[in-house]
């Protein structure tokens, strides 16, 4: 018989953002895990990335009664206090880029990082999570014409690149995205389907 560990296995994603969906797609192939996609909506509550993600996985498990996945991620700027954080979807809507880089004119200090917290979940089981995170700087302009949303602002430690200017497969190797969806890979490989 086949060792668990080589089995193809399939995980539900829960999400509305389609780019995730296709950089989870191209990180889950190096760990033979398919992706079927859900776009469930699930209530955010208030809290960090961590509460969001446990809370939001165990809902959508209920809901759908099977293991699923959900990812909740934030840029944090540390001269804003690590701003916008949780409010990091309202800053990107109402904002934007163009007046994030407007308001950061002056700063000298353009540290920042994006988190990426993954909830996973199972109808019987308590939700676990899983953080990946990445560093970088924010560009002083716009920059590139891959990704979505922030990622031609984010410059990653030891890139003179954004990820705007990456493309999907490199910032697949390294990302926020990327190390938490491993961390959860690694400990699906071990789920024995409870
Ligand atoms: P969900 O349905 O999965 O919640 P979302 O787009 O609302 O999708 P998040 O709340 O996790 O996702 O993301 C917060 C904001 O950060 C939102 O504006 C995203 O577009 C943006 N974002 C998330 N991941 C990103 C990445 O890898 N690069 C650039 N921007 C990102």
Redesign the pocket.
Known sequence: MAKQSNLRRTITFI???QH?VKEARGIFQHFSIEVEHVALGYPEIQGNLEDVSRYGAEYAAKRLKKPVIV?????FIKDWGWFPGTY??YV?DTLGNQGILKLMEEVQDRYAE?RSVVGFATPKTEPEIFLGVVKGQIAHEERGKY?????PLFIPEGYGET?GELKREIKNQF?H?RRSLEKFALRYKDYRGD
């Open positions: 999400t509305g953002n995730k990812e909740d991620a934030g840029l990091t979807s990107q994006f990704g979505f949303a922030y990622d990820f990302s995205r």
